[in-house]
Each structure stands twice: as C-alpha cells, then as structure tokens.
C-alpha cells in the first residue's frame, strides 16, 4: 500500500467546548474540562479533534462570531490551556484542528468597529457596505433580510446574524490579515483547519436579486455567493500563502457543492483543500422551503448520494464522511431508531459510515448514541437559528406546537445538550447552559466505557478496523440493490478482497434471497449481529448490520 497522507487514515472527533466539560462548576464547557477528557479519548482510538471556535466572542452564535481571532473566550480558559491542549493531546497522538471562520466576523471584532466608524475608514471595504436601499432581496440564513441598515443610511451584509457580517475577500488586505492569522495558529503547532462555510467568500460582484421561494419573503441569494466566481483563485492563493508550508489537514464546510465543486476544491494537483463537507445527505429528509420543512427519509436517496459522492471521489479528491455535527440533529433520532433499538441501530449507522471511503468524523456524544431532546416549550431553547425560525413563523400565524415540533426534529440544540459523562450527568456540578438531557440516567460515557457491548465498544472496533485495514481506505466501492426501501448494501473492494457492507433500516426482518444477492462463502469482519444465512438466504433482522469478507 503506497503512503497514504495521515489524514486519510485518520479519524476525527469533534468537540462543541460549551457543551463537553465544565471544570469549574459555571455550567459552560472549557478547555480544561477537554484536557480532562483526553485520556477517554485517546481510549476511543482517535486521532485529530476538531475543536468548534474557542475564540473571543460575543457569543451570539456561540462562537461562530468571532470577536478576536487571537484571544481564547474568557468562559473557555486562556491561551495557556489551549498551548497545553495542544501539548497534552499531542503526548496522546492526538492533533488539534481549530475551527476557521472567515466568511464573517463579530460586529464586535475591531476591524467592523473600524470599518463601520467611516466610509473613508481604511477598513471600509473589509466588510461589504451599501448606501441607500438594500442592493438586493437576500434573506439570511437565521432569517429575516440579510441587510442591516446603521443610522448612517449604509447598509451591511450578513448571510447568517446581524451581528456576524460578512467580510469581503475582495480586499487584499483583509485577505493578508486572514492568511496572518492562520500562520500565528499553525505556528502553535495546530493540526489544521475546519473552515466554516467557506465556499461562501466570494460574492457575485453585482449582488443580483434571488428568486423568492414559496412561502418566503426573501429572495435566495444561494447562486450568487455560494461556489462563488473566485473562490478557487481565494482558496490557491490561500494554500500558496499559508497551507503548504504545513503537514495539516483541511476541511471546508460547503453547503451547496456538488460533486463537480467537490473535485475542484480537494483534487490534489489543485492546491486548495484536502477534502470538504458536504450537505446533500444532511438534506435528504428536507422539503422545498428548507429543513424545517421536514419529511421522512426515503433510503434509496440516501444510498445513490453516498453512491454519487463515493464514486465521484474515489481516484481524486477526497470525502468526509459524517452524520452528525453541532448543527444537525441526533441521527440515531434521525435515521437510526432511539427507542427500542437506540444501541443496535446506532451501531448500524456507525458500520455504513465507517465502512465507506474516506475521513469519518465522530461527533461529540454521538459514540454513546446521544439522542434529540424536547424541552417543554421555546424559553428552554438557545440556538439563534432556532430562536429566530420561532419568531418569524409566529409572526406569521403559525402555532407555537406546531414550531415546537420542528424544533424538535431539525433543531440545533438537540446535538448541543451537555456531553452525558455519568448517570448524574457529570458535565457540570452547576447549572448547565443548555438543559441536560434526563436519559443520562441510563445513557452515559461512563456506562458505555464499562460495556462491552456498548455503541462506544462498537466504534473503538471500527476506528481500529480502519487502522488495520486498507481496504477500507483504499478499496472500491460498488453500491448494491440500490432500489431497496430497507435495506443498505454495498461492496467494497481492494486488491482481490471484497468486503460486503450489508445494513437493515427498518425494524422488520428481512431476507435477501441467494439469487438476488449471490455471496460466496463468507467470514465475519465486524457487526452488531453476525450474518445469519439460510437456504434461501441471508437473513437481516431490525437494524442489523455486519461486514462480511468474501472469498
Ligand atoms: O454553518 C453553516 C450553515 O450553513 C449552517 O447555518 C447550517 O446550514 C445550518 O445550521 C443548518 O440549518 C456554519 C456553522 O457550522 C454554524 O454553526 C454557524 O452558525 C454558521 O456556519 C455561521 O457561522
Ligand atoms: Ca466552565
């Protein structure tokens, strides 16, 4: 096997800090209690956290609105705890990627203050100003117009909250501060960058209108900042200035790549990035009009995407592969089955991710198989996103349970519900800032590391398969009955092995018979079950999902 760059063969875990360790009782997560953790960690067999922004900020989106880019968040420690995060996690094997988030900054941050003071200010065109009327219909995307007007009659853009605006990549300065910035974080010996929704840096120059979608009041300015017309020319001068003179790994957070976008952004002869996030799977149980116009998930779209993405990528460019982050929902509660079968399909889920081609990330929690929350009613809620979607669609007529059951399938705060360590809860001796979730009671870190059987045993075996094994680095993929509502087959394959990935969806048994799957005889690889065959066939019982070899 050639020498694979580490990244390709890593796992990565990430860590929303408010929500993972409290060491000092003020119910906010921080970097000490991450240091604390490092050793759980390092039992589950990871090799890189990514670290959600631990930045000074004013806290409007919880640290996606950066106030100082060089400074640590006060409620999160100093700078010191994060030199001896680094330094900790690094005795462990353990690299530290840090969150960038360069599309946009704080209102806060000096560089707006400045840039908003004058028209004449030399920080001016850091940021993207309007005078008169806004220039066009955009909404943002934490609702309402994505224009904030000052009293000067000057408008401001801010695709996400009025207190994140955008910043304009167009001016080379702000892009030599940015490229500074990133070198004072290398230069402290960080792993890499996960960059916040960065194929949105560069704008379409006349800012056009958006179309309006049905039951909207704002034009979707998508097509006009997303895979903007220089993004590759930003991101190779990027890769140029910064990137390359670093063994470090790189993920764009992109909504709205294609597959096209996707081998533009990572191929390596490009120089940009190592590899990107998709949405697409993430928007599969999405309606027209967004995720809060949910529906249920119909398999067969999920099985071509992750077919379309594994393919598209496999001989360039790279893939991440997830299910959950700090923004979407549980998947267990998702895709999965959080009830009954909470521990046999959380496994399930694990076995399709981590027996695809690519970089899988575990989000925090997820490997003990965390699950959504309903808390009671919306003072109990703190995500922005979630807080702005009530308001409007109040606003607009719509019942508070009628929004309350949204928030419960689609909302952020379900994946930002403290980290349950032990039956108590274990995150805080205080008051935590967002409400812990009851069934810590009987799901927690400290239950799971002790069970043999549990969803954290059952991922520590995955993430140590993928160290052994190339295939699943390397191997082919090659995606199975692809119109079966159930079930999830696909086949990799390496140097004459084969390997059959085969998972159940439902909660009904189900038989493949011989003919429609011919296997030969077969050797167990890993499972939350072992592959039970019949004369007829194999046999899938609810949520039941195994590797098999093939000879
Ligand atoms: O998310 C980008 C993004 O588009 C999200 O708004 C996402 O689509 C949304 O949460 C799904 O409804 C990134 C960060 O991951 C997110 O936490 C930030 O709020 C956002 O950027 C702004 O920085
Ligand atoms: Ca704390």
Redesign the pocket.
Known sequence: MQQQPWWKTSVVYQIYPRSFMDSNGDGIGDIPGIISKLDYLQDLGIDVIWLSPVYDSPND?NG?DIRDYRAIHKEFGTMADLEQLIEEAKKRGIRIVMDL?VN?TSDEHAWFTESKSSPDSPYRDYYIWKQGNPPNNWGS?FSGSAWERTEEDWHYLHL?SKK?PDLNWRSEALRKDVYDMMTYWLDKGIGGFRM??INFISKHEDLPDGIVHEGSHYGDGSPYFMNGPVIHTYLQEMNEKVLKHYDILTVG?M?GATTDDAILYTKEDRHELNMVFT?EHMDLDSGPGG?WNYKDLYLPDLKRNFEKWQLALEHEGWNSLYWN???QPRIVSRFGNDEAYRVHSAKMLALVLHGLKGTPYIYQGEEIGMTNIQLPDISHYKDI?TLNMYNERLAAGEEPESIMKRIYVKG?DNARTPMQWTPQGGFTTGTPWLAQNPNTASINAEQAVNDPDSIFAFYKELIALRKKEAILTEGDFTLLLPDDEELFIYKRSYQGTEWYVLANFSQTTRTVAHEELPLPSTQHVIGNTKLKTSAHGIELGPYDAVIVECT
């Open positions: 989106d996606y988030v946009h995307v996400f994140q916040d929704v957070e909504p949405f995720k982050n700090h923004d996103e952020r």
